[in-house]
């Protein structure tokens, strides 16, 4: 079983940054693809960023440039830098991996608790 805590979550500004990072119960980032989601009441839940095993990340028109994610196989961590953060960026945010135990298994997402990030002047 995989567990992962959010953190770093908070209120800013617009135009400020804040730090989220995901702890993973277990190396599981070397081997599968980390990602962020967020979702804000009434609609689905969003993909914002990921980033594979071997270092690539892709992001979600509307962060690039400003967000940044990356992963520490070490701490066994999933990170988002967000900057220039606008209140359209209010949402709850959730760390994201799937894996599949065997090759006839079904994959399985394991998902966080999310933490909450509101910009608000």
């Known amino acids: 079983q995989v567990q992962l805590v959010e953190s770093g979550g908070g209120l800013v500004q617009p135009g400020g940054s804040l730090r989220l990072s995901c702890a993973a119960s277990?190396?599981?980032?070397?081997?599968?693809?980390g990602n962020w989601y967020r979702q804000v009441p009434g609609k689905q839940r969003e993909l914002v960023a990921s980033?594979?095993?071997?270092?690539?990340?892709n992001y979600a028109d509307f962060v690039k440039g400003r967000f940044t994610i990356s992963l520490d196989n070490i701490k066994n961590t999933l990170d988002l830098q967000m900057n220039s953060l606008t209140p359209e960026d209010t949402a709850v945010y959730y760390c994201?991996?799937?894996?599949?135990?065997?090759?006839?298994?079904?994959?399985?997402?394991?998902w966080g608790q999310g933490t909450q990030v509101t910009v608000s002047s």
């Open positions: 994201n991996t799937r894996t599949k135990p065997c090759i006839e298994c079904q994959t399985i997402d394991h």
């Open positions: 980033i594979t095993s071997g270092g690539r990340a």
């Open positions: 277990r190396s599981i980032f070397r081997r599968n693809d």
